[in-house]
């Protein structure tokens, strides 16, 4: 079974520019979750989507959004992009029809963005 | 506010040793911990969990050993292998339906030294 797929792998953006960010998730995952890592605040929880809903989100400005396709893919858009989103992004799909302590997440390899 | 602690963000261990890695966590309402490994270049994979009616789990070489009443988790790798070397993230989640997810701390560099 293919593993969670995220493109690109690396992006280099100026700020103010916008920036979408694509995962297709683990066949038969209706939840994908996004986190932004970086080194001095490891995995932030951004939001998650189950059945192209938005279940729960993380406390990020508006700039942050994303959507869920009915395939289960999910996108994730960075509006007028500052140093500061310099980061690691990562999406991680699950079966979603738990509690998210429940069930494992399985990670893709991210997306590295730099913001210059 | 960080609700998942991990205070140390590196340890060194000799290959063979016993490597602990602890976790600290504030919200009472956790009730369910899990371990992440992370290699460069990839994504985190899981490695282990516990739900807070144990105060131990074990798999192979890593056990994680829970204390409720200090709010305090460690994983114990016996015996370290360098291909141990890898960030470690403590994560936690509540028993609150479908809405809960999971807090991540900042993660633990471990480096196994041949």
């Known amino acids: 079974k293919a593993g969670v797929t995220q493109t690109p792998r690396y992006l280099i953006k100026t700020r103010g520019q916008q920036v979408t960010l694509s995962c297709s998730p683990i066949?038969?995952?209706?939840?994908v979750s996004w986190y932004q890592q970086t080194p001095g605040q490891g995995l932030q929880f951004l939001f998650e989507?189950?059945?192209?809903?938005?279940?729960n989100k993380g406390n990020f400005p508006g700039r942050f959004s994303g959507r869920q396709f009915s395939n289960s893919r999910s996108e994730m858009n960075v509006s007028t992009l500052e140093l500061g989103d310099s980061a690691l992004y990562l999406c991680?799909?699950?079966?979603?029809?738990?509690?998210?302590?429940?069930?494992?997440?399985?990670f893709g390899s991210g997306t590295q963005l730099s913001v210059l | 506010d960080q609700q998942v602690k991990q205070n140390s963000p590196s340890l060194s261990v000799q290959e063979g040793r016993i490597s602990i890695l602890n976790c600290d966590y504030t919200?009472?309402?956790?009730?369910?911990f899990l371990w992440y490994k992370k290699y460069p270049a990839e994504g985190p994979t899981f490695l282990i969990s516990?739900?807070?009616?144990?105060d131990k789990n074990e798999d192979g070489r890593f056990t994680v050993f829970l204390n409720k009443s200090a709010k305090h988790l460690s994983l114990h790798i016996v015996p370290s292998q360098p291909g141990d070397s890898a960030v470690y993230f403590c994560?936690?989640?509540?028993?609150?339906?479908?809405?809960?997810?999971?807090?991540f701390g900042k993660g633990i560099t471990l480096s196994v030294r041949p």
């Open positions: 919200n009472s309402m956790f009730d369910y």
């Open positions: 991680a799909s699950s079966l979603g029809g738990g509690a998210a302590g429940n069930e494992k997440l399985f």
């Open positions: 516990i739900s807070s009616i144990k």
């Open positions: 994560a936690a989640a509540s028993y609150t339906g479908a809405n809960s997810k999971l807090t």
């Open positions: 989507y189950f059945s192209e809903t938005q279940r």
């Open positions: 066949s038969g995952h209706r939840s």
